[in-house]
């Protein structure tokens, strides 16, 4: 604005005063001279034709006063007159060792030539600078066509030369976002749907999420992309190396909030598989239920049910009292849900409840072939009990159980093929106690139930 210029001048021009306030009394016409135009600019508040008015006119008086020899009486008062008054461009190149780069030399010339000059014209004068304070065997750098192709406002062109210097796209890709916001960019499109902003973008967040610790970051780049920013999100997201828990569930988060339901099946599914790897049944089975993957669950569930097998207890029992709905995910998974229920009631001595529960899980068809022999067996200390809790029909129930062949042992197609002798021994003598107990148990509620009767 005019305004700027003025004071801009104005600064110029005091600074002429107080470089010549240091001659000799002898000197002190020239001073006033000076002095004398530095008032004309003092007032900031003037048109640009006015402006121009004025400089031209001192310009003017300054080049007589130079040709009369005002100046002469000191060769610095008239150095500073040729390229601080009048802008002489011969007097300014003397002077080439005080700057450092080409566009120090076109400030200066533009500043004490052409200070009114138009927007328009400031590439030619820019090519003119380059071409004159460059040597001739030099070339320009890299940053030297940058700051042409932005004086000629050639906003593309200065994006493509920032892109061929940089090392990454974080500058590219934040002016061409910020010109877009200011609708100072006009975008064209590529090929492939995005406009130049989106690409810029997306290139710069696929390289952030290349980044052990920035990669979160990248998530916001890509949600600031409209087009393409959730396939490439989505393409990303699955090649994070899922290398802890803490990480996966900062991945998982992620992709819920932004309604990825196929990312998060996936991610859980591999955190499930990883767990179960390294013997954590516990995490293994909270993964699969978070991926709502029945088949994985059920295997965890089996494992689970093998592991009280050869164990005779259950690990990570909090997970598995506070199933609640997610035990409908899978058949396997509801009964080892109210096995562990049967567990709770007996220990809290609810006999009739308990043995209620055991006999439903027996009669339901729900518990794997490999484990009703177990169930069985846990009807023994109810059996045993000096009150009869079960009924006649319901042992008879678990007599048709027993007579069942899958019954028969605890081998099926998820066991070993054979089993030690002693093993064997073992269970036939388990079978034939459970026998025994249910004979003695249905001669107890014959009894009783006769004896309410009459």
Known sequence: C??????SMLCVWRLCVWLLSWLSPCDLSPLSFCARFTSDFSSVSQ?????????????GECFNHLQ?????????MESICKVILLGDEDALLEKRDLMTTWYHYLVSHLLFTHPTVKPTELHSYAQSSLNTFLAAASSPEPLDNILL???EFDIHQVIKEFSIVSS???????????????????????????????FLLLEYASGLFSHHSLWQLAVDYFDHCPKLGRAYLELHIERIPLTTEKKALKVLRICEQRQM??????????????TLRHGRLGSALSWSIRAKDAAFATLISDRFLKDYCERGKFSDLDLIDNLGPAMLLSDHLMFLGKYREFHRLYSEQQFIDAANLLLSLMT??????????????????????KEVIFSTMQTYALMKCLEDPKVATRESADTEDSQKPQDSSIENTKVEMLRLALARNLARSIMKEGTLRS
Request: hydrophobic share 45%; proline share 2%.
């Open 2 to 7: 005019v305004s700027m210029r003025c004071v």
């Open 47 to 59: 048109t640009l034709t006015e402006f121009e008015l004025k400089w031209q006119h001192w310009h």
């Open 68 to 76: 009369c020899g005002t100046f002469s009486s000191s060769q610095h």
């Open 149 to 151: 192709a932005a004086l």
């Open 168 to 198: 990454n796209w974080w500058f590219v890709a934040h002016l061409s976002d910020l010109l877009d916001r200011c609708e100072l960019f006009s975008s064209h499109n590529m090929d492939f749907g995005s406009n130049m902003r989106e």
């Open 261 to 274: 339901s196929d990312q998060v099946r996936s991610i859980c599914k591999i955190m499930a598989m990883k």
């Open 364 to 385: 339901a068809s729900i518990a794997p072939c490999y484990f009703r022999l177990t169930l069985l067996l846990d009807a023994l200390p109810l059996l045993e009990q």
